[in-house]
């Protein structure tokens, strides 16, 4: 089964906690603090690879998670890191980050061997020796490990092809790409044979190209109809379309530019690209017919319309010379981005802080804050005042005191409050 487009939710690894410790050994009782830093979680990345075609691992299992890191020890020792994971996606693979009501464009991998970090790992918590001071010699507390990302992405496949052969069903595209290139896609008298993107690659000399065979178009396609409204998006990455036409059809003009309508109402973009018009089944045509039918085409005023027999071979030869020589004059297309630029948490200063008044008491917006309460234990006092001590040199509690705060109020950061 192809697959070409799948949902999946992710979670990079939690750090570890730090420790709590105290040197001790035998004639020393009191030794100082030497808890040591909990390991960082797990990094999730993706990888571009060849080796696979379709993202059928990513239709059954649908979460992937990274392994948390270790707390720390006594000793200063450092907590293990969790393992990264990296998921394997085939080349051309296009990533978005779904957020509530959008989705956002974060990767293209439209090479192979690209490695993209897609999801860090929460760092590990400091341990109490990291807090020592001239002023806290003894610190009773450590932090938290923060947690990793969480988020879901959507993959969608488009296949990297030069050439892209595009037509209604039945029309002998597959026979065509059988007849230049080694694959051997399924090939019968009856529409729809080709259910699936076939790939196959054509070699001259020293200069080889990629063949998609698209399956079948019908009218509606761009809406959904048929087969085509799913692997339209395939067309997308290729330098050249080429139109076959069955010639076995009545009105090859009118074939043609049935053709054009769904691409255009699909992508209009797609209009854009060079395209090559060859009419197939020649050799089951009489000249008299082929005479007669082209006076219809050459209206359009084409450049250059192709008689070939995918069967037999005949002006195949002529066709891909043609193809060989555009293509290569021909940039690969690069994927468009068409959509607004999204402003998350990560854009924002992590030192700018607004104070806000709330029923409940005060809530503070910021970054840096934010992070620091996620990795304090707030059942530990020394852990609470240090996150105050944070605030003042921030100058959010000055701000706080402008607002008329008091002793006892309720200041919320984030889900967590502390009382003031």
């Known amino acids: 089964m192809f697959y070409d487009e799948a949902k999946i939710k992710i979670k990079a690894g939690d750090g570890g906690n730090g420790v709590v410790s105290f040197f001790r050994t035998k004639g020393i009782t009191h030794g100082g603090p030497d808890g040591g830093d909990g390991g960082n979680g797990g990094d999730i990345y993706l990888e571009s690879t060849n080796s696979e075609n379709t993202l059928s691992d990513y239709i059954h299992q649908k979460e992937f998670e ?6 720390g020890s006594k000793q200063r020792c450092h907590g293990k890191e969790g393992d990264d994971i990296i998921l394997k996606v085939p080349v051309g693979t296009v990533v978005f980050k779904l957020l509530d009501d959008k989705e956002v464009f974060l990767f293209d991998l439209n090479k192979a ?13 400091f341990g109490n020796a990291h807090f020592t001071s001239s002023t806290r010699q003894s610190p009773k507390f450590a932090e938290l490990g923060s947690p990793g990302e969480e988020f879901a992405i ?17 029309c002998g595209k597959s026979t065509l790409l059988a007849r230049v290139t080694s694959a051997r896609p399924k090939i019968a008298n009856y529409p729809f044979t080709t259910i699936v993107p076939n790939l196959g690659v054509v070699v001259r000399g020293k200069s080889s190209l990629v063949l998609a065979d698209i399956p079948g178009l019908i009218e509606g396609a761009s809406q959904g109809k048929g087969l085509g409204h799913e692997f339209l998006r395939h067309i997308k990455r ?9 010639g076995l059809e009545d009105d090859w003009a009118a074939r043609y530019k049935e053709i054009k309508k769904e691409l255009g109402q699909f992508d209009k973009t797609i209009l854009d690209k060079k395209e090559l018009v060859a009419i197939n089944k020649i050799d089951a045509i009489s000249k008299e017919e082929i005479k007669e039918k ?25 066709l891909f010379d043609d193809v060989f020589e555009i293509a290569s004059k021909t940039p690969v297309p690069k994927y468009e981005v068409d959509q607004e630029k999204v402003f998350t948490f990560e854009d924002i200063d992590p030192n700018f802080f607004e104070v806000r008044k709330v029923k409940s008491g005060f809530r503070v917006y910021c970054k840096k804050l934010d992070y620091i309460a996620t990795r304090t234990n707030f059942d530990n006092d020394e852990a609470v005042e240090r996150l105050r001590d944070v605030m003042k040199k921030l100058g959010i509690a000055k701000a706080m005191e402008k607002q008329g705060i008091n002793l006892g109020d309720v200041v919320w950061i984030g889900e967590k409050k502390i009382e003031w």
């Open 66 to 71: 990274a392994p948390n890191g270790e707390p």
């Open 113 to 125: 061997g690209v490695k993209v970090l897609l999801a860090k790992g929460g760092k590990g918590g």
């Open 154 to 170: 959507r993959l969608e496949l488009q296949l990297i092809a030069d050439v892209g052969l595009v037509g209604f069903p039945n």
């Open 238 to 246: 290729t330098r050249l379309i080429v139109h076959i036409i069955d």
């Open 294 to 318: 082209l006076k219809k085409i050459k209206k359009l005023k084409l450049k250059k319309i192709y008689l070939i027999s995918a069967v037999s071979g005949e002006g195949v030869k002529e």
